[in-house]
């Protein structure tokens, strides 16, 4: 089991930034990647960042140049460094781990974290 707590939403206007965190607790051991991703009203979950236990990231293309994912040198902890926001950034953000158990994969969510990027 695993267990996930996010923290750092928030309202933030066009062009500003914020940073997420989210804290990995229980069997990390066996995390394989963590990442975010993100749900708007009316709309599905997507893909916003991940990063591999081996250092490798991802990134969704309405992202890249704008988001940074990173985590602690322990791998407890992921970053998601936001800048630029935009309107469309607005959603619910959610931390996402996936762990490995005799060949069998496990994802985990966090609870969500709000970010609107509004004027």
């Known amino acids: 089991q695993v267990q996930l707590v996010e923290s750092g939403g928030g309202l933030v206007q066009p062009g500003g930034f914020l940073r997420l965190s989210c804290a990995a607790s229980?069997?990390?051991?066996?995390?394989?990647?963590m990442g975010w991703y993100r749900q708007a009203p009316g709309k599905q979950r997507d893909m916003v960042a991940i990063?591999?236990?081996?250092?490798?990231?991802n990134y969704a293309d309405s992202v890249k140049g704008r988001f940074t994912i990173s985590r602690d040198n322990a791998g407890n902890t992921v970053y998601l460094q936001m800048n630029n926001l935009k309107p469309e950034d607005t959603a619910v953000y959610y931390c996402?781990?996936?762990?490995?158990?005799?060949?069998?994969?496990?994802?985990?969510w966090g609870q969500g974290t709000q970010v609107t990027v509004s004027s």
């Open positions: 229980g069997s990390i051991f066996s995390i394989n990647r």
């Open positions: 990063i591999f236990s081996g250092g490798a990231t």
């Open positions: 996402y781990a996936e762990a490995l158990d005799l060949g069998l994969s496990y994802d985990y």
